[in-house]
C-alpha cells in the first residue's frame, strides 16, 4: 500500500467488518449460465478461453457442462479436459448430470479417458412440489440418491449432491436425503435456491441447520438464484454462516433472473476477506462473456457498466476534481465510489451535462490543456458557453460538440482588434 492508499484508508471509517470465513467458487457459466433463453452457445474455443480467465481469477471449481444431454456437450466437455491438462489449469472440472447412472457415465468416462481426477455435481428435486408434479415419494428419492452417488463416488468422481428447491423442502426429508448421500460416498452437499426464494435471514438458518445435522466433514455448497433481486446478498450470508462454496456465473447469468454474479461475488469477497485477483482479468471476464455468451452490460451495471466510474454531477466532480487538484489519484478514486476504478484497470472520469456544474467544465479545459493557449477571459467565455450549451441538452456533451464551443470561441476572439487579458 502506498502513501495515498495508506491516506484514504484512514479517512474511511468501515462498519461492515470482515468476513471472516473464506469461500471457495464454483463457476457455473458453461452449464447454469448457458441455460438462460437469451444466452448464444460459445464454440468450444470460446469456453475454452472463458475457462482459462476463470483459472486466471483463482475460481477454484468449474461445472463445464452436462455431457450427457447431447453428443455435442459431450464433445465440448471433452475439448476443455483437453485444453486444461495441456494449459495446465488448477480448477477442478466438474461435470452435471441427474441422479442417473446413464447420466454420471459420461463423466466417469472423460475422467478415466484423460486420466483426470474429476468431480459430479448431482441433482435431484427434493421439495413436495416437485415431488407432487412429478409423481415421486422420498423412498424413490432416495433409491436414486443412494444408487447414483454410489456408482459416481466408485468411480473415482468427488460428488457435490444438490437437492434442488432445497429452500422450499422440509428438513426432515432433505436430512434424510443428504444423508443418504453422505453414506454413499458425497463429500460435498449443495443447497439450492433454485427458483430465488430465500431471503438472507433463512439463507443463514439453512446453512448453519445443515452444518449442524451434516457435522463438519462434509463441505457444503450454495446455489442461489436472483428471482427477489438477493442472490449476492444471499451468497454472502451463506458464507457468513459457514459455507465452503458458492456457485455462480459470469454476469449473473442463467434461468429468469439468473444466478450469483461471479464478478460481483469476487469484488466483495476482495473487499471483505482480502481475496486476491486481477482486476484487468474480470474486466476481460466480462466483455468476453457478453461477445461469446450473447446480452449486453447495462450502462449501471456495478463495476464493469460504462456509467460506475463517471459522473457528470457538479457536486460530485468539485470533490473529485479537487482530489486531483491534489495529485492524490487514489482518494479521486475513492471519494464518491466504495470500489476503486483502478481495481478493475479503470479510473474516474467526469463528463458535462444538465446536471453539472463548473467543476465540471473546468475539469475537461484543464485536462484538455486550455489553460495553456487561452487567456483568462477566453477561458471564461469557453465556460460560459459549455454550462450553457449543457443546461439545454437533455444528456453529456460529446468531445465533438465541447470542441466546436472552443473553435467558436476561438474564431470570435480572431475577429477583435485587440484580445485583453482579465
Not at 450427457?68 to 459431450?74: D, G, L, V
Not at 495529485?327 to 476504478?341: K, M, N, R
Not at 474516474?348 to 486550455?370: D, F, K, Y
Request: proline share 3%.
Amino acid at each position: 500500500m502506498n502513501d495515498d492508499q495508506d491516506r484514504g484508508t484512514k479517512l474511511v471509517h468501515d462498519w461492515n467488518g470482515t468476513i471472516g470465513y473464506r469461500t471457495h467458487i464454483n463457476e457455473e457459466t458453461l452449464r447454469d449460465g448457458l441455460q438462460a433463453p437469451s444466452a448464444r452457445m460459445p464454440t468450444p474455443e470460446q469456453k475454452a478461453y472463458l475457462l482459462s480467465l476463470m483459472d486466471r481469477l483463482g475460481i477454484e471449481a468449474a461445472c463445464i457442462g452436462f455431457p450427457a444431454s447431447s453428443r455435442k456437450m459431450a464433445e465440448d466437455a471433452d475439448y476443455l479436459v483437453r485444453h486444461a491438462q495441456r494449459e495446465g489449469l488448477k480448477l477442478q472440472l466438474a461435470g452435471a448430470a441427474r441422479t442417473l447412472i446413464a447420466d454420471i457415465e459420461p463423466i466417469v468416462e472423460l475422467s478415466q479417458k484423460h486420466g483426470m481426477a474429476m468431480g459430479a455435481n448431482l441433482f435431484l428435486g427434493s421439495s413436495p412440489i416437485r415431488q407432487h408434479i412429478e409423481g415421486w415419494d422420498l423412498s424413490q428419492i432416495l433409491d436414486l440418491t443412494r444408487k447414483s452417488v454410489g456408482f459416481a463416488a466408485e468411480n473415482g468422481l468427488a460428488v457435490c449432491f444438490a437437492t434442488e428447491d432445497t429452500t422450499r423442502s422440509r428438513p426432515i426429508e432433505l436430512a434424510a436425503i443428504y444423508g443418504t448421500a453422505v453414506e454413499a460416498g458425497a463429500k460435498r452437499i449443495c443447497l439450492c435456491d433454485t427458483v430465488g426464494q430465500s431471503v438472507p435471514k433463512g439463507v443463514n438458518m439453512i446453512v448453519r441447520y445443515f452444518r449442524q445435522t451434516l457435522g463438519d466433514d462434509v463441505a457444503i455448497d450454495w446455489h442461489g438464484h436472483n428471482d427477489r433481486g438477493l442472490a449476492l446478498a444471499n451468497a454472502l450470508a451463506a458464507i457468513e454462516a459457514g459455507a465452503d462454496r458458492v456457485h455462480t456465473t459470469a454476469l449473473g447469468m442463467g434461468e429468469r433472473a439468473g444466478n450469483t454474479p461471479t464478478e460481483l461475488l469476487l469484488v466483495n469477497l476482495r473487499m471483505d476477506n482480502g481475496r486476491a485477483f486481477d482486476g484487468t482479468d474480470l474486466a476481460e471476464y466480462g466483455r468476453a462473456v457478453v461477445e461469446m455468451c450473447g446480452g449486453h452490460l447495462p450502462a449501471n451495471y456495478p463495476l464493469l457498466g460504462a456509467d460506475v466510474f463517471r459522473t457528470s454531477s457538479g457536486i460530485h466532480a468539485a470533490a473529485i476534481a479537487k482530489a486531483l487538484d491534489c495529485g492524490d489519484t487514489h482518494l479521486a478514486d475513492i471519494v464518491y465510489s466504495s470500489i476503486s476504478a483502478s481495481m478493475v484497470g479503470r479510473a474516474q472520469e467526469i463528463e458535462i451535462g444538465p446536471m453539472s456544474g463548473r467543476a465540471n467544465v473546468r475539469h475537461w479545459m484543464r485536462t484538455a490543456g486550455l489553460n495553456k493557449h487561452f487567456t483568462a477571459a477566453e477561458l471564461y467565455e469557453i465556460e460560459e458557453r459549455i454550462l450553457d450549451s449543457a443546461k439545454k441538452h437533455h444528456e453529456c456533451l460529446g468531445v465533438e460538440h465541447l470542441a466546436q464551443i472552443v473553435s467558436d470561441v476561438e474564431a470570435k476572439m480572431a475577429t477583435r482588434p485587440e484580445r485583453i487579458d482579465a
